[in-house]
């Protein structure tokens, strides 16, 4: 009679702990007891493996070289006739270290901009479960995910700035890890408000001084493109590929003074900076001093305005007149339109004036104008005017208040000779100095610029005709002569000599002697020069 077998014992052998692919692995089947000739089986996850009979051994071995496909459970079975007996499961886990791992960035766009979400995902196409991942930038870790079930692990981020560079993942599932490739991301960032410099080689930009406008943006991914503006106008462009901004330069002139800016594009939006403005000096420019007096022939007595004005030049621009190199007085005008003084004339006032212009750019000087002032006499009181005092008055740019003076000025009248038949002896003892009006047409505004005062020549010009033609109309016989000289006419009459430069001799002498018919005089007669 057959003993049946008891339950058989399955045992698995190993060399280490953790079993890997190609591993060796060996499984025992025993039984203690039943009648001979058993027969073994092996089995993993129900599929027969191995079929072996016993005639009288009580363990059968098998041994495998492991795959990933063999993790799970195995068993045996033993029977003699008597009955069939199954052993205990046990489990094989086979670990398969993961391959290297696949990082992928996903973005919203073509490109990854500030602002934007960003998705990382890593995954292991091969390795026993649970694989962990692990996400970095640079070698900062950034994210650590689980994967218990396969796909892979995913990780999003909210772009910055900052978050430019390299990043790869790790999978790991117990073995030593497996390292991504490198992924480089360039965060896109949007330009900042430009910000624009003027350089110059002084703190006050002059005519002619090169100026070097710097736009440059202090956030912002390369390339950008820069604009400099002018008011409305365009100056020019440039690119930069660096962050080092760009540069216009720019030869200053007048017109260069004004609101300056620029702008700052790199393919996200245009930015725009702040207005500068510049102001650009100009240096005076050589001024021109004008001596404007009530009268053709400046006297003692009279009011002088000195008018000094640069045509060119930054204000304020501070002139200063002078006499003889020695300073009578300045002022500063802020307005424009030059500066006026007023000089109370006395006959020490004759010389030559001047005047400078200084805007702090270099003192410019006019050219010279030399003044003549004739002193006044009186026949009947003896009184000669030459000790009026002399003073100087400043008048400020746009206040310069005008000062008007008008006078009765008197010329020599003719006496008659002795040898004129018409006129008895109580005649000529009794004859009294006459005086005779100026006539209104004779009342002249002489402006001496830089140079000789024509209108003054002009004027006394027409005294000595007009004396002299009223001497020849009284005395026929008279010492009238005229001498030509080259252009220049000299008429001598006992009323002064005086140069006549051009003109129509002809239509003066009518035109004075017209003129001079209808003006009455009375009064002794004096003596009076013309110098």
């Known amino acids: 009679m057959k003993v049946p077998v008891p339950q058989p014992v399955l045992t698995l052998i190993k060399a280490k702990a953790e079993l890997l692919e190609e591993d060796e692995v060996t499984f025992l089947c025993e039984v203690h007891g039943g009648s001979p000739r058993i027969q073994y089986q092996l089995f993993y ?24 496909q063999q993790s799970g459970n195995y068993y045996c079975t033993a029977e003699n006739g008597a009955g069939l007996q199954r052993s205990a499961p046990v489990s094989l886990s086979v670990i398969v270290p993961v391959s290297r791992p696949i990082l992928n960035l996903m973005v919203p766009g073509t490109r990854a901009m500030v602002g934007d979400t ?21 070698d900062d870790l950034l994210e650590s995910s689980p994967d218990p079930y396969g796909g892979g692990a995913s990780f999003k981020l909210l772009l910055t700035e900052e978050h430019s560079g390299n990043y790869l993942c790790e999978a790991s599932n117990g073995r030593k890890a497996q390292p991504s490739e490198v992924v480089t991301l360039n965060v896109l960032i949007p330009v900042s408000h430009p910000v624009l410099t003027l350089k110059a080689s002084r703190a006050q930009a002059v005519v002619g001084d090169m100026m070097e406008l710097h736009c440059e943006a202090q956030r912002g991914s390369p390339p950008i493109l820069y604009r400099f503006h002018h008011g409305d106008t365009s100056l020019g462009n440039s690119s930069a590929l660096s962050g080092e901004g760009a540069s216009f330069k720019l030869s200053l002139t007048s017109e260069h003074s004004g609101n300056y800016s620029c702008d700052a594009d790199n393919g996200f939006g245009v930015q725009h900076s702040e207005v500068v403005t510049l102001f650009i000096t100009v240096p005076v420019s050589r001024p021109v001093l004008t001596l404007k007096s009530p009268r053709a022939q400046t006297v003692v007595g009279d009011v002088l305005e000195l008018h000094c004005e640069a045509q060119r030049g930054s204000l304020p621009i501070l002139y200063q007149f002078y006499r003889e190199n020695v300073t009578l007085g300045n002022s500063s005008a802020v307005y424009g339109g030059g500066m006026s003084s007023h000089l109370f004339l006395t006959a020490e006032h004759s010389g030559n004036y001047s005047c400078g212009a200084d805007n702090g750019f270099g003192v410019q000087r006019s050219e010279v104008v030399t003044l003549f002032i004739t002193g006044m006499t009186e026949n009947g009181s003896g009184a000669v005017a030459t000790g009026v005092a002399g003073g100087l008055l400043s008048i400020g740019g746009l206040a310069a208040g005008a000062l008007a003076f008008y006078c009765w000025l008197t010329r020599k009248g003719g006496r008659r000779s002795a040898s004129d038949p018409s006129r008895s002896p109580s005649d000529s003892s009794s004859q009294e100095p006459t005086y005779h009006n100026v006539p209104a047409w004779i009342e002249l505004q002489p402006v001496y610029i830089n140079g000789r005062n024509q209108a003054e020549e002009q004027s006394t010009q027409d005294y000595c005709l007009f004396g002299a033609l009223r001497r020849q109309k009284e005395e026929p016989t008279g010492s009238q002569q005229l001498w030509q ?23 003066r002498l009518k035109a004075l002697t017209d003129q001079g018919d209808t003006h009455g005089h009375s009064g002794q007669a004096h003596e009076e020069h013309w110098l």
């Open 485 to 507: 000289k080259g252009p220049e006419f000299c008429i001598t009459s006992g009323v002064g000599c005086l140069r006549l430069d051009g003109g129509d001799m002809s239509q």
């Open 45 to 68: 996850e129900g599929t027969l493996l191995q079929k072996t009979e016993s005639r009288g051994e009580r363990v059968k071995s098998a041994t495998f070289i492991l795959n990933v």
């Open 118 to 138: 960003v998705e990382f995902h890593c995954e292991a196409l091969r390795g026993s479960f649970p694989i962990l991942y692990q996400f970095y930038h640079e």
